[in-house]
């Protein structure tokens, strides 16, 4: 089974950038898909961005246009650059590889957005 490591999370003020990155332990175009999703406190987990094994990106409408996600495949990962961030923004992110409908997940990486 597939392992994810998510790194570089940490506290940023408002309106600064963070960049996110994923490294999966196998080829990561063994995948429908890669994904970034995320989970506030008291929150449900929520899609955040995907790339499909074809390159198509897809971003939930509350980032589009401030998150970016891109992946390596040389290198076997998926980066999540995060621009313009917002206190709303603050939670758990995880990297995820999917196939279908199964998911394997990172342990995830905490991300806060306060001044």
């Known amino acids: 089974q597939v392992q994810l490591v998510e790194s570089g999370g940490g506290l940023v003020q408002p309106g600064g950038s963070l960049r996110l990155s994923c490294a999966a332990s196998?080829?990561?175009?063994?995948?429908?898909?890669m994904e970034w999703h995320r989970q506030a406190p008291g929150k449900q987990r929520e899609l955040v961005a995907s790339i499909n094994v074809g390159g198509r990106t897809d971003y939930a409408d509350s980032v589009q246009g401030r998150f970016t996600i891109s992946r390596d495949g040389a290198k076997n990962t998926v980066d999540l650059q995060m621009n313009t961030l917002k206190p709303e923004d603050t939670a758990i992110y995880y990297c995820a590889a999917r196939i279908l409908r199964r998911y394997t997940w990172g342990p995830g990486t905490q991300v806060t957005v306060s001044s």
């Open positions: 196998e080829n990561i175009f063994n995948f429908n898909a």
